[in-house]
């Protein structure tokens, strides 16, 4: 750690008096906290939070899953899928991270930053899996779970009374099985913009025709608007029987 500038430092020290957290290896913090535009301002030897976002998502899904399962015995599989889509989609996710206040320690470009970065849906919910994946990591799954589960108890009420809908990708996935028989592909089209500032068209396709064009800051976001615009094309009933 003696190669990282202080600014850097301080930071891992003040998230972890925030958050509650000790890190044994503060590294992966430091990691979990820096946004692949800080390296492009500093000379560093660490990387991005890329790879312990990856870990992070599979953690989550995990927790997230068996807590669905000890919590509802009496709900079937559909349900549990659609709620876990729910909690662990890139908007909660995002949501986590600003109950925690995550943004403020993040690592970010002089022009991610000034654009709004620590705000931004897709950062928040990519720092977060970080997060979650850096205390995996240096703590193992117990650590994790008690530290994801007073994020997720708050959401009891909305699931029981069931204010917790399935997501547009969901929806469309589940018409086009049944009326069509085929399932839905996403398929990124274009990337567009600076790095703090990327823009990523994405085209669903059924049956090897696009059915909905979405655009959006982060993959996922594009392809949930790309599957709002399909279920819309289907509500007109543009899209015949098969």
């Known amino acids: 750690m003696a190669s990282n500038p202080p600014d850097a430092l301080a930071v891992v020290q003040a998230c972890e008096e925030h958050l509650g957290l000790c890190f044994t290896d503060k590294s992966l913090l430091l990691r979990a906290l820096t946004h692949r535009s800080y390296l492009n301002e500093a000379d560093l030897i660490y990387a991005d939070n890329e790879r312990l976002e990856f870990l992070g998502d599979a953690v989550l899904a995990l927790i997230v899953a068996e807590w669905l399962y000890q919590r509802f015995p009496e709900q079937r599989e559909g349900f549990l899928t659609a709620v876990r889509a729910y909690l662990v989609r890139s908007e909660t996710l995002a949501g986590y991270a600003r109950r925690l206040g995550l943004g403020d320690f993040l690592l970010l470009s002089r022009g991610e930053h000034e ?9 928040l919910a990519a720092a977060f899996e970080a997060l979650i994946g ?17 994020l997720l108890e708050p959401l009891l009420t909305d699931i029981r009374e069931g204010e917790v809908h ?10 086009a099985q049944a009326r069509l028989g085929a399932t839905p592909v996403y398929v990124t089209v274009a ?13 669903v396709r059924i049956r090897n025709e696009v059915f909905g ?3 959006g800051p982060s993959k996922q976001q594009a ?5 709002e615009a399909a279920l819309q094309r289907a509500a007109a009933s543009i899209v015949p029987e098969a």
């Open 115 to 123: 654009s709004g970065g620590r705000e931004r849906d897709s950062i």
């Open 134 to 150: 850096a205390l995996y990591l240096d703590q193992g799954m117990a650590a994790v779970s008690r530290f994801l589960l007073p």
């Open 166 to 175: 399935k997501d547009a990708r969901t929806r469309l996935q589940e018409w």
């Open 191 to 203: 990337t567009t913009g600076p790095d703090h500032a990327r823009q990523f068209t994405v085209e």
């Open 213 to 215: 064009v979405g655009v």
């Open 223 to 227: 392809a949930q608007q790309a599957a």
